[in-house]
């Protein structure tokens, strides 16, 4: 009896063992094995390189130039983003009936496919005659070259984020609802202000939340390719090129695989994101614990 | 690691359904400030919802604009030119782009939600040896970043012969996918296990325990997950860009149409900068979404408020 319950489970969890097995665990062992190589895909042959695709990866400088570009990001998007969200959730978290409407404006953009998104803020950030520069002139700010200036590609592709930014919010929306009201009343009670309010009930309260969203939001940003490609390469044959603080290090994985062709680089590019969003998870998992406040811990 | 902790109550993630109004009983005070407060607190609420949907609303003005007038950043454009909508779908084929995203959007959505729904029921009711380390993997692997295995799985569809065809765009979610996986089991393991012995003592079969009872009982959590795999699949680049770019245009699906449209009227590569078309091609792959979130919008929600849940 017990037998066949187990024969059973394994039988509906066999299509995820036959996809572990081909498109991740297989995937992986034939990438390991590809980096290794020099694979011409018209012949359909590797030719082993021992380490030199993991030496080029310090020999060319764009990558390093990417991968600095794509931290740079990270830092800036996780916490801004991250806040914002939470800024907007406790916002509609003091609404009754109305909070309805304004979470379904508030997700709008994030339904809005990055296509169009990406094609409406290349024209609203346009540093000549874009909606955006001509709303801070109105208050006599002038207003940067978004997307050629080195310095604003970056807050230009943070802003895009945090325009999408509800699915967050939904979350920390969802968190905050289940904080005990008695907890707030308590604090009254003890004379605490808004400020000691949120510092010491809802923020421990919906730390669980904030340690997801942390760990998400940075594996996202540190894998973002779908704005940047937009924005800025995806017209390959256009006379103003790419600035270089546009060069994310999943865009030029991109490009070396499927325009270059050079899988085995690739490859080894891909195993170095790997390490290095897994060493920056580990680091989020292991300090951020420590934060976390768990219902019924004595801790 | 924490993310492989799972709390088990379904009540829990139902109640996120009920109307925000669990706060009011705290503010029964209503100094002289609580004015001020609410006032401050309604233009933020305007102002962020201006900015929100400025984007939204500048896309639908210049679709209808003329080439001169896309940048004169008004609401509503001087003339309604809807000749832009004819010109689009006679220029672009559009028809072909939404017919292929429509297609293959369908086809990934439905098998992983299959494919998903079994291994989740798999790992909600059976008990087998290294159930929990199995499942430590699957959650696992939600967080491989796809850069990893995105040369390889291009390599194992080549030796497959599918390159050129859709199939690598749906293919793999026949065997399911992780972050479905863990939302359809948290949404069986609330169900009451008792259902279940009882139709097995009634000669139940262990397939129709899956079909009979969990599958009709969990319906929202079955559109959840068809609707955000449905998204995920319309709004995809990535794939497309690999699997899709050496066949004409007729072959591409909306996000690498749109793409396309971007650089065929880019003034940097030899069009001419006719960006109302883009727009206008933009709002029309847009419509769809817009309208699965009004008829979807509270399973969206749920889906996301449940997701938190996992830390």
């Given at each position: 009896m017990q037998r066949r319950e187990a024969l059973a489970g394994y039988l509906f969890i066999s299509p995820w063992i036959v996809g572990f097995l081909v498109f991740t665990l297989g995937a992986m062992i034939y990438?390991?094995?590809?980096?290794?190589?020099?694979?011409?895909?018209?012949?359909?042959?590797?030719?082993?390189?021992g380490i030199a695709n993991y030496q080029q990866l310090f020999s060319d400088p764009k990558v390093m130039m990417s991968l600095g570009n794509?931290?740079?990001?990270?830092?800036?998007?996780?916490?801004?983003?991250?806040c914002f969200a939470l800024f907007l959730a406790m916002l509609l978290n003091r609404l009754q009936r109305s909070a309805g409407i304004f979470r379904v404006?508030?997700?709008l953009?994030?339904?809005?496919?990055?296509?169009?998104?990406?094609?409406?803020?290349?024209?609203?950030?346009?540093?000549?005659?874009?909606?955006?520069?001509?709303?801070?002139?109105?208050?006599?700010?002038?207003?940067?070259?978004?997307?050629i200036d080195p310095n604003w590609v970056k807050?230009?592709?943070v802003l895009m984020a945090m325009w999408a930014v509800s699915g967050t919010m939904l979350i920390f929306l969802a968190a905050l609802k289940n904080v005990p009201t008695d907890l707030y009343e308590a604090a009254e009670i003890d004379g605490a202000g808004p400020f000691r309010r949120?510092?010491?009930?809802?923020?421990?309260?919906?730390?669980?939340?904030?340690?997801?969203?942390?760990?998400?939001?940075?594996?996202?940003?540190?894998?973002?390719?779908?704005?940047?490609?937009?924005?800025?390469?995806?017209?390959?044959?256009?006379?103003?090129?790419?600035?270089?603080?546009?060069?994310?290090?999943?865009?030029?994985?991109?490009?070396?695989?499927?325009?270059?062709?050079?899988?085995?680089?690739?490859?080894?590019?891909?195993?170095?994101?790997?390490?290095?969003?897994?060493?920056?998870?580990?680091?989020?998992?292991?300090?951020?614990?420590?934060?976390?406040?768990?219902?019924?811990?004595?801790? | 690691m924490a993310i492989t902790s799972v709390p088990q109550q379904i009540a829990e993630s139902r109640t996120d359904m009920r109307p925000a109004g669990a706060l009011t009983p705290r503010r029964k005070r209503r100094g002289p400030g609580w004015l001020i407060g609410k006032i401050v607190l309604w233009l933020t609420l305007i102002a962020f919802s201006i900015a929100f949907l400025y984007p939204l609303v500048w896309l639908l003005a210049a679709s209808f604009k003329t080439r001169g007038t896309v940048f004169d950043n008004r609401l509503i454009p001087q003339t309604f030119n809807f000749s832009n909508y004819v010109t689009v779908w006679q220029h672009l084929p559009l028809l072909h782009w939404l017919g292929n995203s429509v297609y293959i959007a369908l086809l990934a959505a439905g098998l992983v939600t299959i494919?998903?729904?079994?291994v989740a029921f798999g790992f909600a009711y059976f008990r087998f040896p290294f159930r929990n380390a199995l499942f430590g993997l699957v959650l696992g692997t939600m967080m491989l970043p796809g850069a990893v295995t995105m040369i390889p799985t291009y390599l194992i569809w080549k030796d497959l012969h599918l390159l050129g065809t859709t199939v690598p765009l749906w293919g793999a979610n026949l065997f399911g996918s992780a972050f479905y996986i863990f939302l359809q089991r948290q949404f069986f393991l609330g169900l009451p296990r008792e259902l279940f012995e009882a139709a097995r003592i009634d000669g139940c079969s262990y397939f129709g325990l899956f079909r009979r009872i969990?599958?009709?009982?969990?319906?929202?959590?079955?559109?959840?997950?068809f609707i955000f795999e449905f998204q995920a699949s319309w709004n995809n680049l990535q794939n497309p860009l690999i699997y899709l770019n050496f066949g004409g245009a007729k072959q591409y699906t909306v996000p690498l149409g749109i793409s396309y449209a971007m650089s065929l009227y880019n003034p940097q590569t030899g069009g001419e900068g006719d960006y109302q078309y883009v727009m206008t091609a933009a709002l029309i792959v847009t419509l769809p979404m817009l309208i699965i979130f009004a008829f979807g919008q509270r399973y969206f929600i749920q889906g996301i408020a449940t997701q938190g849940r996992k830390g």
């Open positions: 990438s390991l094995v590809i980096s290794f190589t020099n694979y011409d895909l018209s012949t359909n042959t590797a030719s082993p390189v794509t931290l740079y990001y990270a830092v800036m998007a996780v916490p801004l983003t991250v404006i508030f997700y953009p994030v339904m809005t496919p990055s296509v169009a998104a990406a094609s409406v803020f290349l024209l609203l950030l346009n540093g000549n005659e874009g909606a955006i520069d001509k709303f801070l002139g109105f208050f006599g700010i002038p207003g940067p070259q978004w997307l807050p230009s592709i949120f510092f010491r009930v809802t923020l421990p309260m919906i730390s669980n939340a904030m340690f997801f969203c942390v760990v998400t939001a940075t594996i996202a940003a540190l894998q973002i390719f779908d704005q940047v490609y937009l924005l800025f390469y995806n017209s390959p044959s256009s006379s103003i090129p790419a600035p270089d603080a546009a060069l994310f290090i999943a865009v030029y994985l991109f490009q070396q695989a499927f325009q270059q062709f050079n899988l085995g680089f690739a490859a080894a590019m891909g195993w170095l994101m790997f390490v290095i969003i897994m060493i920056i998870t580990v680091i989020q998992v292991k300090y951020g614990n420590r934060f976390v406040y768990y219902e019924g811990d004595s801790n | 494919s998903s729904s079994l969990a599958l009709p009982l969990s319906i929202p959590s079955f559109i959840i997950v």
